[in-house]
């Protein structure tokens, strides 16, 4: 096999290894999500009250495990974060929870043209080849086109992370900005056809 022509991180995450959260632990991740929602700094727009809040697949990375989420609001906002927490030997209960929590105007209610409503937020750093960084990722999205079955993730032409899509949701951990290159996120349906494709590359950010 030939060398490899670019060193990054691929499949670093655990793939999902629960179901969407329900019941009491839906409820223990809730408060915990609402909690961070209750720090945030809105500069004085209204946020309004959180709604139902949606839950994604479950990633674990660097021995800590993310779930993240998004809920709607009274007034038409979109709150997005996760809740982390420290992997329980078998048998214990998680423990040191964390949670991050922003919010947007942007949704896919006012997009009609987007084929995939991501979220995207830095959980660490890779260092790589000459010392240059990695942002590692954890994206969550759902698809807004029909049959999607897999997301992957791409990092110049290279898949970096997939992710089954379970009840219309996706999470993927990836690494991103890197050497130039930024992830792509691809749907799939179940026989491998692209059916979707975004880039986390922001032009206004340029």
């Given at each position: 096999m030939a060398p490899e022509?670019?060193?990054?991180p691929r499949f670093a995450a655990e793939p999902?290894?629960?179901?969407l959260p329900y019941g009491r632990w839906a409820v223990t991740l809730r408060e915990h999500f609402l909690e961070a929602v209750e720090s945030i700094d809105a500069g004085g727009e209204d946020l309004g009250e959180p709604q139902a809040v949606v839950w994604f697949p479950d990633r674990t990375w660097h021995g800590r495990t993310y779930v993240p989420a998004v809920a709607r609001t009274t007034t038409g906002l979109e709150l997005f974060g996760y809740v982390a927490y420290v992997v329980p030997p078998e048998g214990e209960e998680p423990s040191e929870f964390t949670a991050v929590a922003d919010f947007t105007a942007e949704t896919a209610d006012a997009n009609p043209d987007w084929k995939l409503?991501?979220?995207?937020?830095?959980?660490?750093r890779w260092r790589g080849e000459q010392g240059k960084q990695a942002e590692m990722t954890l994206v969550w999205g759902i698809p807004l086109v029909a049959n999607g079955a897999l997301a992957t993730a791409e990092l110049a032409h290279l898949a970096v992370d997939q992710c089954p899509v379970m009840?219309?949701?996706f999470t993927l951990v990836a690494p991103d900005a890197y050497r130039g290159d930024f992830l792509d996120?691809?749907?799939w349906d179940g026989r491998g056809r692209e059916l979707a494709v975004e880039s986390l590359y922001?032009?206004?950010?340029?």
């Amino acid at each position: 096999m030939a060398p490899e022509q670019r060193l990054v991180p691929r499949f670093a995450a655990e793939p999902p290894q629960e179901l969407l959260p329900y019941g009491r632990w839906a409820v223990t991740l809730r408060e915990h999500f609402l909690e961070a929602v209750e720090s945030i700094d809105a500069g004085g727009e209204d946020l309004g009250e959180p709604q139902a809040v949606v839950w994604f697949p479950d990633r674990t990375w660097h021995g800590r495990t993310y779930v993240p989420a998004v809920a709607r609001t009274t007034t038409g906002l979109e709150l997005f974060g996760y809740v982390a927490y420290v992997v329980p030997p078998e048998g214990e209960e998680p423990s040191e929870f964390t949670a991050v929590a922003d919010f947007t105007a942007e949704t896919a209610d006012a997009n009609p043209d987007w084929k995939l409503d991501l979220c995207d937020e830095v959980i660490g750093r890779w260092r790589g080849e000459q010392g240059k960084q990695a942002e590692m990722t954890l994206v969550w999205g759902i698809p807004l086109v029909a049959n999607g079955a897999l997301a992957t993730a791409e990092l110049a032409h290279l898949a970096v992370d997939q992710c089954p899509v379970m009840e219309d949701r996706f999470t993927l951990v990836a690494p991103d900005a890197y050497r130039g290159d930024f992830l792509d996120v691809r749907l799939w349906d179940g026989r491998g056809r692209e059916l979707a494709v975004e880039s986390l590359y922001d032009d206004e950010d340029e």
